[in-house]
């Protein structure tokens, strides 16, 4: 059978009953964007993977090696940011291709530990090898939580809000921009390859969402909208409905569309690589929850929907006509039919 | 600077500087073959990571999915070993070629979870990802261990017995094998082509020694003895003697030296993959460990040789005569100048 035919989570589906022996202090195991185990009475870690292959995820010709450092620790603190998690050290494999020279690791590594740095997290052991052919990196990152303040995908419950904490779409257009070569202006341009290639991490933000206590699920937008909030809906057994009205477009992304003709929502709901977090909240507290967090840091959360009962993700459009949204998502091995 | 100039080695020392911070519960980071960390007051946290890159590592037609899957794991387990843990969990990163079935995928699997289950191991989760080259496979293992029997590579004191758990060479002649299709007879071949693909993997053994009281420094024996032993030698700040006439050469080996005219001693002291437990013993206590290892697991453990002061590595040949080693084990860039 053809991988294409079943896809990455077909996959998965596939694997995990082989894989799972349960033990008695695992607390979740595949399934989340993190592993969790229990350490003592009131803490538990958290383990999670996340692998950057050249030519899949990154091209070396259109990233430095300080941002491609970055956004591979990036995209392992978003997985520990969507637990509401505390991250704790970094191992990295890596292997390297003839051609890769001793300045362009230290830059890599200095990029990494730029952002490991920022959050005390350690690269503390690993495995490097040569590659006949791409370079790859992987990370495994630890971290730890509060029992009691896990995030799961699967809490979500119907009438929970549905929020986004920033803009959407602005790393898929990056990426387009990188891709095409698409001449724009400087400004606008640096703007958005720098959302696609060093994307914020939300630690803090993720930790304050975790203990505010009325978040029900959360999931980091690593493959955009209609593929992450499909995970949300599986888990929890519910559906969701999208306000295409809602949906946070940045002036930057506008002007981007504008200039190549293209809709800024369709990128926001298909457009992968914003690690953003995307998270439901009980359906009485989120007024709260919206002042809080802009106390807390000076920036909004954005409504964007509300889970409903169900299966079905329902996707309001601007014209008044509803939708079923199919997921568009990144996967990587679907075929797309 | 190209990578071949410093070596593997050499490229860890670099940017190890860059790495470390140091925190609290921090017990081992870089420079051992498992992160070490505490759990609580007598346990500890391991912590390894190896990858396994296609051409590099293995050719996927020199290996069945199921084998390479063990091997995956088989190499993990063996980090674990040599700190005298036990292993718990794992996570898998793996970059899949277009090319690759879901049946080639469900054997890599069983083949890990072969060797998974047999120690309680679980794949607790990991990422799935395409690839545009080649395989590549990524297990981060935790395991746990006693803080007062973790085996590290720098407690080696002078004085000490040097010794080794089984024979070695086997992995080395199988992969020649493997590479030349050199033409042996099919019960030879087979075995030696096991020891390559399929390696014993010694978790009790290592819990047995760490457990003993009477081992000071361990290692698995991935690079060669060369190799390994020069990284208890420089962590411990001491020299060696290695015995050419005790270094243990199986039937098989000899047969396979025989037929190809390589000296078997060569490929002991520099052929990589043996994954055997280099260790070792406190100076009175080398025949009681010798004895009650065997009473526990039927197999001997072999003297190869003695810690001493200084940093030479010397092997006393056959002939009576001394020689220097200087590493000659597998090291991924290095071009050996």
């Given at each position: 059978?053809?991988?294409?035919?079943?896809?990455?989570?077909?996959?998965?589906?596939?694997?995990?009953?082989?894989?799972?022996?349960?033990?008695?202090?695992?607390?979740?195991?595949?399934?989340?964007?993190?592993?969790?185990?229990?350490?003592?009475?009131?803490?538990?870690?958290?383990?999670?993977?996340?692998?950057?292959?050249?030519?899949?995820?990154?091209?070396?010709?259109?990233?430095?090696?300080?941002?491609?450092?970055?956004?591979?620790?990036?995209?392992?603190?978003?997985?520990?940011?969507?637990?509401?998690?505390?991250?704790?050290?970094?191992?990295?494999?890596?292997?390297?291709?003839?051609?890769?020279?001793?300045?362009?690791?230290?830059?890599?590594?200095?990029?990494?530990?730029?952002?490991?740095?920022?959050?005390?997290?350690?690269?503390?052991?690993?495995?490097?090898?040569?590659?006949?052919?791409?370079?790859?990196?992987?990370?495994?990152?630890?971290?730890?939580?509060?029992?009691?303040?896990?995030?799961?995908?699967?809490?979500?419950?119907?009438?929970?809000?549905?929020?986004v904490?920033g803009y959407l779409g602005e790393s898929a257009?990056?990426?387009?921009?990188?891709?095409?070569?698409?001449?724009?202006?400087?400004?606008?341009?640096?703007?958005?390859?720098?959302c696609?290639?060093?994307p914020?991490?939300?630690?803090?933000?993720?930790?304050?969402?975790?203990?505010?206590?009325?978040?029900?699920?959360?999931?980091d937008l690593s493959?955009g909208?209609?593929?992450?909030?499909?995970?949300?809906?599986?888990?929890?057994?519910?559906?969701?409905?999208?306000?295409?009205?809602?949906?946070?477009?940045?002036?930057?992304?506008?002007?981007?569309?504008?200039?190549?003709?293209?809709?800024?929502?369709?990128?926001i709901?298909?457009g992968g690589e914003d690690y953003k977090?995307?998270?439901?909240?009980?359906?009485?507290?989120?007024?709260?929850?919206?002042?809080?967090?802009?106390?807390?840091?000076?920036?909004?959360?954005?409504?964007?929907?509300?889970?409903?009962?169900?299966?079905?993700?329902?996707?309001?459009?601007?014209?008044?006509?509803?939708?079923?949204?199919?997921?568009?998502?990144?996967?990587?091995?679907?075929?797309?039919?």
């Amino acid at each position: 059978m053809n991988l294409e035919e079943i896809g990455e989570f077909g996959l998965i589906k596939k694997v995990k009953p082989l894989c799972f022996i349960r033990k008695k202090n695992i607390i979740k195991g595949i399934g989340d964007d993190c592993a969790v185990y229990e350490i003592d009475k009131e803490n538990a870690a958290l383990l999670t993977t996340d692998m950057l292959v050249e030519n899949v995820h990154f091209l070396r010709n259109k990233i430095t090696p300080y941002d491609l450092g970055y956004k591979t620790m990036a995209v392992n603190l978003s997985d520990i940011s969507s637990m509401g998690g505390r991250p704790s050290d970094a191992f990295l494999s890596i292997a390297i291709p003839g051609d890769i020279t001793v300045e362009y690791l230290e830059e890599l590594y200095e990029g990494m530990m730029f952002l490991g740095m920022k959050y005390n997290v350690n690269i503390l052991g690993g495995d490097t090898t040569s590659s006949k052919t791409g370079l790859v990196l992987n990370i495994a990152l630890t971290g730890v939580i509060g029992k009691d303040n896990i995030l799961y995908r699967g809490s979500a419950q119907s009438g929970d809000k549905i929020y986004v904490n920033g803009y959407l779409g602005e790393s898929a257009a990056g990426l387009d921009i990188l891709l095409k070569d698409i001449d724009l202006n400087y400004k606008l341009k640096s703007h958005l390859i720098k959302c696609h290639n060093m994307p914020e991490v939300y630690i803090d933000e993720g930790i304050f969402l975790s203990e505010s206590g009325l978040v029900n699920a959360c999931i980091d937008l690593s493959d955009g909208i209609s593929s992450d909030l499909l995970h949300i809906c599986e888990e929890s057994t519910c559906g969701a409905v999208i306000y295409e009205d809602k949906l946070p477009v940045s002036k930057e992304l506008q002007e981007y569309t504008k200039s190549t003709g293209k809709n800024p929502e369709e990128i926001i709901l298909s457009g992968g690589e914003d690690y953003k977090l995307l998270f439901t909240v009980k359906k009485d507290y989120s007024g709260q929850l919206e002042k809080d967090y802009f106390e807390k840091f000076g920036q909004k959360i954005i409504c964007v929907g509300e889970i409903i009962e169900g299966d079905q993700i329902i996707l309001k459009q601007k014209n008044g006509k509803e939708r079923n949204i199919k997921p568009t998502g990144w996967d990587h091995f679907s075929s797309g039919t």
